[in-house]
Structure formats: C-alpha cells, structure tokens
C-alpha cells in the first residue's frame, strides 16, 4: 500500500464558534483558535479540519456562506486567519478548510443576482423551475423540515434548497459554477492551507428531470435517490482534481451521506483520481428509524461490527478509510454507544477511543472528544440553537407524528447541539470558553470534565488519546495492518486482528458495564506479547483474562 502523509495522521476538527472565545463575546473566533494551538500541538494531531470561518449570516452556522473570500465578522479578520495558519504550520499542524459548495446562502452575490433576471449570467448558477399546477416543482422534502421548494417573488419561480430556504443549491450542471469554485479553491491553496474537507458532496450532481420522491411520514418525497452518488458526482470530482487538487499536496474528505462501499471505491480510489478518504455514514444510521433519526434507539454490537468491518476490509488496498465517532452533526459519541454515567465515564471514553484509533484509516477527533465531554442535559426547547431539531420539532409535533414529549426526548439525545456546547477549558466560570455569555449554555458538568484537570492527571482522557496518537506514529501496523474482525457474533466484545508483516495486534474492547471472561488467543498470552495500551493503566495481560466494565486492550506480538 502507498505510504502518504494524510494516511499517518490523526486530525482534530474544531467548531470555531464554540472553541475558544477571545474577545468575550461569547462566540469562539480565530484568535481563539490559535491561542490553543500549543493545546493541539500536546495532544499530538497532526491535521486541523476547520469547520467554516467564511462570512456567513450564520442560518446554520456557518454552512451557509456569503462570500468564501472573508471571514465571518464574527470569528475575526483575514489577517487572523494567517496568522492562525503561519503559527499553526510553525508548530507542524496543517489546516483542512470545510469546502461548502453544494449550496451557498441566499445572500451570497451569486443567488442576489441570479434571482434578479432571467437574463443574468447568475440565473443559472442555481437551480430554478416553474411550479406544477400552482405548487412546487416536485415532492421533494428539505433535510431541514418543510418543501426543498422556495418560491422566489422576483424570480417568479422557485429554487431548489436542500438544506434550509436560505441555502440555495448551486447549480454544478454549469461548468462557470465549477470554474467559480475551482478559482475559489485555489485561492485558499494559494494562501498555503492544506487541504478540504467537502460538505455534502455527493449531492452535488441531481438526476435529471428531478423525479419525485417517494413519501415519508412528513408528507414530503424523499430526494435522497435523486441527488446521492448523482449521474456525474464523479466526473465533476475528477475535473475539480485535474483542476485544482492534482497541483497541490492536500489531504481531501468527502462528506458522503448515502456512500455505499462500492461508490468510496470511486471517490476515493488508491488511483488518487477523486479525494483522499470520505466519511461514510452507515455506522452512524444504525440507529435511525421511520422518523429519519428520531428516536431513542440503541446501536447493536454485532451491526457496528459488521458495518464497521465490512468498511475495513472491503476498502483494503482500494481506497482509504476516515474514522469517526463524532462530529458537529452527532450527538456525543459517549453518550451514545459509551457510558456517560460517574463510574464509567473515562474507561468507556478511552475504550471507544481504543477500538477507532487502532483501525486502519485516517482518525478524526472532535472537539471535547478527548476529554470524555458528554450530550447536554436539555430540559427546554429554549436551549436549542440548532435549526436542524427546532425545524424537526415543529414539523413533527404539528403534524402529529411525535408527540411533544418523545420529539423533545429525541431531539435531547440525538440533536446536534449536543456537539456543539462549548468546549470545557477549566472550571472557571463558563468553562472558561468565554468572558461573556455563550451564544449556547455551558454543560453544566465542566466543573468535572474539563482539559485543565485532563492536563493534571496522568490518567485522564487527553492523555489516554495523546497515548494513542503516539503508538500510530510509533507502530505502522496500527496505520497500514490489514484488519479481521474476530467473534462477529458478540454483542458484548469487539476483537479485532491488525496484521502487518508478520505482526500482529490483537484489540479486545469490552462494550458493556458486565465484567466478561476472555480467553486471549494462545500466540498472544506468550512471552513475546506487548501490551500497547490499556484503559484500566494495566500493565501485562495473561491468557485467562476478566475483562471489566468497558475494559480495552491492544497487544501486539
Ligand atoms: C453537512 C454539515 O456537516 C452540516 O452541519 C450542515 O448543516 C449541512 N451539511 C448543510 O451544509
């Protein structure tokens, strides 16, 4: 397998506005950012995907963008971004900007112009239709709640959003829609950052004709087979990389809902013809349901396994993995498939971490991750911000299919603003995110969990991950083994074999809070067994082992 730089790294995904504020305005911002490099440099991550810092009017904060030339006021100028990159590549940390290009927001110049003439050279950067007998073009729902259908006065006619009305769908049917992003781009490479991690970027390409959707029980057609993995995504890929990645050394990630092993194989091919890696959703969508993710479902062991293995060995030589347990869009991985209770916090937060990072693929830590920060004990719909759970709220109480109780259980479990709390600095006042008051309420249990007190201790979190950014650097078979994934049947252990030129690293990772017998396999009970790392500060492991609660372990031999 071809050895390259973004396959050995671990990068770090920071939620600009809720990092680190450092004018007291209560909304993260550059300075911020950069402020905590040193933070980042400790930990060991070697990449930092950024979540948007364009201007935006921040109607989903940031993924909305209003000119991809400047930054949100509110995170700072031009300049405190240079200087963010200058002193981030001084300490050996590269930058991956978040590439927002299926949509823009409506008040980007582009949809200003195009919504004012039929004859503007902009009319056709979106994607505009006449309504069907006095209603919207087609069925199609928007992710955010109600018609993907905006009807534009001006215009006379409506546009496609996807996401919210303020987030028109670009039209990448129009080769000057790709040339514009394509010049944007190399603007930022340009400017020396590192590499793009692409918004929805299997949705760029729609079937023609926009056929209807079959219907959900929002009364709204599902667009999802018309615009996936669409007709051309490939081929506007393939030009974006002739055009602009080709020419640059960069780590890309395509954000892929709805990919299939067989379509990563395309977009991220070994051949290097695409992107570098993509997330992939399948392990996150095991616990959804009828009402799209709405629910308090939990994850089986056997179908993570199965869904994260089939990932694993599927893709070997083929194309390359990113792995992912949060991110912006997820509630609190802890909280989900860990334990988030007094007793188990840190040994399930460090299991979860042994059984990502010792796959093969590139890891991805989100913000807080590494400290254990848990979802947010909503008890209002006044605390959400999020656009995504207030819109899913409303629409599904109002049409009857939730009741309001089970939609604000939902919403608290699986809203996306658990991610998105502010990060939990130390156990002053605010978590010391911020001088002023938060643009979202703290998590109250800062005063527990926070990187003050992670830096403190031996033992903490922080320092489990720092551990195991290390042992990736130190030991090739945790990047490139081959992976085998042992008892598929277990709906308690997760084991899986790594193997690498005649060694090999056993994973045993213990889901439950049972305490359960296991028998190491005999090759590494032997003399010559090593153990790497282990949540409960073990030092050696015999054959006949008990594994307590969320115990993990990696032995190599
Ligand atoms: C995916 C992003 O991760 C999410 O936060 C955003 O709301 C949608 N794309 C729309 O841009």
Redesign the pocket.
């Known amino acids: 397998m071809e050895k390259v730089w973004w396959k050995e790294s671990v990068v770090y995904q920071i939620y600009p506005r809720s990092f680190y504020d450092s004018d007291g305005d209560g909304i993260g911002d550059l300075k911020g950012i950069t402020e905590k490099l040193p933070y980042l440099k400790e930990l060991g991550i070697d990449v930092i995907w950024l979540s948007p810092v364009y201007q935006s009017p921040n109607d989903?904060?940031g993924?909305?963008i209003s000119d991809y030339r400047a930054i949100m006021k509110e995170f700072g100028t031009m300049e405190d971004f240079d200087r963010m990159l200058e002193k981030a590549h001084e300490l050996g940390i590269k930058i991956m900007m978040d590439l927002?290009a299926?949509?823009t927001s409506d008040e980007h110049e582009w949809f200003l112009e195009s919504r004012k003439s039929a004859d503007s050279p902009y009319r056709d950067f979106y994607i505009w239709r006449e309504g069907k007998e006095g209603k919207e073009p087609n069925n199609w729902g928007s992710?955010f709640g109600g018609s993907a259908w905006k009807y534009d006065e001006s215009a006379g006619m409506y546009y496609l959003h996807l996401?919210s009305e303020k987030?028109p769908d670009l039209n990448w049917e129009n080769p000057q829609v790709r040339r514009e992003v394509f010049d944007m781009m190399t603007w930022w490479c340009e400017k020396g950052i590192d590499g793009f991690r692409m918004?929805?970027i299997s949705l760029i390409s729609k079937t023609p004709g926009l056929p209807d959707g079959i219907k959900g029980k929002n009364g709204y057609g599902d667009y999802g087979p018309h615009v996936v993995n669409g007709p051309h995504v490939h081929e506007y890929l393939q030009e974006m990389n002739r055009e602009v990645l080709s020419k640059y050394d960069l780590i890309t990630v395509g954000?892929c809902s709805g990919v299939t092993v067989e379509e990563a194989k395309k977009y991220a091919a070994a051949s290097g013809r695409e992107l570098s890696m993509v997330f992939q959703f399948e392990h996150m969508d095991l616990d959804g349901g009828e009402s799209f993710k709405w629910n308090h479902k939990k994850i089986r062991l056997s179908d993570l396994k199965k869904v994260l293995s089939k990932w694993q060995t599927e893709l070997e030589g083929k194309a390359w993995n990113s792995l992912y347990w949060c991110?912006?869009?997820q509630p609190r991985m802890l909280s989900r498939l860990g334990n988030d209770g007094d007793m188990y916090r840190e040994v399930s937060a460090k299991m979860l971490a042994t059984c990502l990072h010792m796959m093969q693929g590139t890891p991805y830590i989100y913000q807080g991750e590494e400290l254990g920060m848990t979802n947010y004990p909503f008890t209002s719909l006044e605390e959400f911000r999020d656009i995504?759970s207030i819109n899913a709220y409303h629409e599904l109480t109002e049409k009857g299919v939730l009741s309001p109780e089970e939609m604000f259980d939902y919403i608290s479990y699986k809203g996306?603003d658990n991610a998105r709390t502010p990060m939990q600095w130390d156990d002053s006042d605010q978590a010391g995110f911020t001088t002023g008051t938060p643009w979202i309420a703290v998590n109250p249990n800062y005063v527990k969990i926070n990187a003050k007190e992670q830096l403190s201790r031996k033992d903490s979190v922080f320092h489990y991950y720092q551990k195991l950014i290390s042992l990736r650097k130190e030991y090739p078979i945790i990047v490139y083994g081959t992976y085998e994934l042992l008892m598929p049947e277990s709906e308690e252990l997760f084991v899986y074999v790594r193997r690498l030129e005649g060694r090999e690293l056993l994973v045993v990772c213990n889901f439950t809070e049972k305490e359960i017998t296991y028998r190491l396999p005999e090759a590494f009970s032997g003399e010559k067994a090593k153990l790497l790392i282990s949540n409960y500060g073990r030092e050696s492991v015999g054959k006949e082992k008990m594994l307590a609660a969320y115990e993990s372990l990696a032995v190599l031999i």
Do not use: T
Request: charged share 40%; hydrophobic share 15%.
């Open positions: 989903d904060n993924y909305d927002v299926n949509h992710c996401f987030q918004d929805v954000e991110n912006h869009d995504e996306r």
